[in-house]
């Protein structure tokens, strides 16, 4: 199962800290994908398949466990 969380504020310390979205692929993170990037809308659609759930984390901080 795929799932992509969006909008939230990405926080791995030591690796990245700012707005990103996050694409889970078979439970690992498959790709990160920062906001504002160029071609960020082509990265994603070449990921993403049909029944990928998203989740908008506006306003929420997401965090490796």
Known sequence: ?????????????????????????????????ESGQTGEQDRASNIQQPGTRIFDASGKIVTPV
Request: net charge neutral; glycine share 18%.
């Open 1 to 33: 199962m795929q799932f992509r969380i969006t909008g939230g504020r990405l926080v791995d310390p030591g690796h990245f800290d700012g707005i990103a979205g996050i694409h889970i692929e078979d439970g690992k993170r498959a790709a990160i994908i």
